[in-house]
């Protein structure tokens, strides 16, 4: 992918690219939040990110909220999603406003909802329930991201507008969002839970798809590969669209493949767009969240006590390691490949290596890089 600096200087000279204000489609509504947020970082590596949440602070706030009313919050929430999607939980700021103040956003309130109400059957671990809630809508928000992209690798052939034409045009019939980009949204959501995630987790995540309004429960019927390229391919026609055919571009010809014009692929580069977590969880009366990206671990230093351990196991075990050290400086694998094992400080993070055996890891902040502190099979290592 280019990097959007990149990309927004070279449609900055396109008359109308970029729209004035602050986002008209923005939801929720939550005042104060450009204070109260906090930007993950993603290292600058392509992959699939591993989510880390820091649960160490497992304290209620001093003041706590009864129940009854998280209840009440939470089920003005499900009313909100049943009319406005999942972007009643958290919203995408496309980089075609004029500001710099664009990306992701996501209240820690909707983790907190979507682990209560969405995920509570997935999962025993309130830790891994909250990293499906982010993952969800990461996801979901990452696509709205990809089409941003595509919209303005256009622009920069044809020349015009683009985005900004098509959102004049929505905001002209009362802000109505795009049912079918909401449909690829949760498509490509769901798609990325049946590739990476478990069964339960899954199915937590299409009955949430289904209560949602029109467009994003329609969803699953673009899920398969074929039906998937199709709907990227209608969805981009939306944004191409009036300009593109003054300009005598011919993208309706069945021999362009517009759906590569999305940078999805394997996986999109999370760290090309910022992420940011507003913190809103005093709301709840629940402890505050810390989110880490972690991609990629290209440096690890083993401990005198890991080598002693190593050289006792046999040689493929040996030789799979060294392996999984090269493929962790590229990517990191789903989960439960890798895995969050013990909360720390610091924490420590499970690798799978062959026939049940597992390296522990631990990253050390400050130095920038990680340990590799135990390694043996899965019983020894503590995972039962």
Same mark, same amino acid.
């Given at each position: 992918?280019?990097?959007?600096?990149?990309?927004?200087?070279?449609?900055?000279?396109i008359p109308g690219v970029f729209r004035s204000g602050g986002d008209p489609f923005q939801k929720p509504d939550i005042r104060g939040y450009q204070k109260s947020r906090i930007?993950?970082?993603?290292?600058?590596?392509?992959?699939?990110p591993t989510i880390d949440l820091d649960m160490a602070n497992r304290e209620l706030v001093n003041d706590p909220v009864p129940e009854e009313r998280r209840n009440e919050i939470? @089920?003005?929430?499900?009313?909100?999603?049943?009319?406005?999607?999942?972007?009643?939980?958290?919203?995408?700021?496309?980089?075609?406003? @004029?500001?710099?103040?664009?990306?992701?956003?996501?209240?820690?309130?909707?983790?907190?909802?979507?682990?209560?109400?969405?995920?509570?059957?997935?999962?025993?671990?309130?830790?891994?329930?909250?990293?499906?809630?982010?993952?969800?809508?990461?996801?979901?928000?990452?696509?709205?991201?990809?089409?941003?992209?595509?919209?303005?690798?256009?622009?920069?052939?044809?020349?015009?507008?683009?985005?900004?034409?098509?959102?004049?045009? #929505?905001?002209?019939?009362?802000?109505?969002?795009?049912?079918?980009?909401?449909?690829?949204?949760?498509?490509?959501?769901?798609?990325?839970?049946?590739?990476?995630?478990?069964?339960?987790?899954?199915?937590?995540?299409?009955?949430?798809? #289904?209560?949602?309004?029109?467009?994003?429960?329609?969803?699953?019927?673009?899920?398969?590969?074929?039906?998937?390229?199709?709907?990227?391919?209608?969805?981009?026609?939306?944004?191409?669209?009036?300009?593109?055919? #003054?300009?005598?571009?011919?993208?309706?010809?069945?021999?362009?493949?517009?759906?590569?014009?999305?940078?999805?692929?394997?996986?999109?580069?999370?760290?090309?767009?910022?992420?940011?977590?507003?913190? @809103?969880?005093?709301?709840?009366?629940?402890?505050?969240?810390?989110?880490?990206?972690?991609?990629?671990?290209?440096?690890?230093?083993?401990?005198?006590?890991?080598?002693?351990?190593?050289?006792?196991?046999?040689?493929?075990?040996?030789?799979?390691?060294?392996?999984?050290?090269?493929?962790?400086?590229?990517?990191?694998?789903?989960?439960?490949?890798?895995?969050?094992?013990?909360?720390?400080?610091?924490?420590?993070?499970?690798?799978?290596?062959?026939?049940?055996?597992?390296?522990?890891?631990?990253?050390?902040?400050?130095?920038?890089?990680?340990?590799?502190?135990?390694?043996?099979?899965?019983?020894?290592?503590?995972?039962?």
């Amino acid at each position: 992918m280019r990097n959007i600096p990149q990309i927004r200087a070279e449609i900055s000279n396109i008359p109308g690219v970029f729209r004035s204000g602050g986002d008209p489609f923005q939801k929720p509504d939550i005042r104060g939040y450009q204070k109260s947020r906090i930007t993950v970082s993603g290292e600058n590596t392509n992959g699939s990110p591993t989510i880390d949440l820091d649960m160490a602070n497992r304290e209620l706030v001093n003041d706590p909220v009864p129940e009854e009313r998280r209840n009440e919050i939470f @089920d003005s929430i499900s009313s909100r999603v049943s009319t406005d999607g999942i972007e009643a939980l958290a919203w995408y700021s496309s980089f075609h406003f @004029d500001s710099s103040d664009w990306g992701i956003f996501i209240p820690v309130s909707s983790l907190y909802y979507l682990e209560e109400r969405v995920f509570r059957s997935a999962s025993r671990s309130q830790e891994r329930r909250l990293q499906m809630a982010f993952e969800l809508i990461l996801e979901h928000e990452l696509f709205h991201f990809a089409t941003d992209y595509a919209c303005a690798q256009w622009e920069i052939i044809v020349r015009s507008p683009l985005w900004s034409f098509l959102t004049h045009q #929505r905001l002209q019939k009362d802000g109505r969002y795009l049912v079918q980009e909401e449909k690829m949204a949760n498509a490509y959501m769901l798609r990325r839970f049946k590739q990476h995630g478990t069964a339960a987790g899954y199915r937590c995540a299409s009955s949430f798809s #289904r209560s949602q309004p029109l467009g994003y429960r329609e969803a699953e019927e673009a899920i398969s590969d074929d039906a998937f390229e199709h709907g990227l391919t209608e969805l981009l026609k939306y944004y191409l669209g009036v300009l593109t055919i #003054r300009k005598g571009v011919r993208f309706l010809s069945g021999a362009l493949d517009l759906s590569q014009s999305f940078p999805l692929g394997d996986h999109l580069d999370v760290s090309a767009c910022p992420i940011h977590l507003i913190a @809103d969880h005093n709301q709840l009366g629940m402890p505050p969240l810390a989110v880490r990206l972690i991609q990629s671990i290209p440096r690890i230093e083993e401990t005198k006590a890991f080598k002693k351990s190593l050289k006792t196991m046999q040689p493929d075990i040996q030789k799979q390691w060294v392996k999984k050290k090269q493929q962790l400086a590229e990517h990191i694998p789903p989960h439960p490949k890798f895995e969050k094992f013990g909360k720390g400080p610091p924490p420590v993070f499970s690798i799978r290596l062959p026939r049940g055996h597992r390296a522990h890891l631990s990253p050390v902040d400050k130095e920038g890089y990680w340990q590799a502190i135990e390694i043996g099979s899965h019983a020894k290592m503590g995972h039962g």
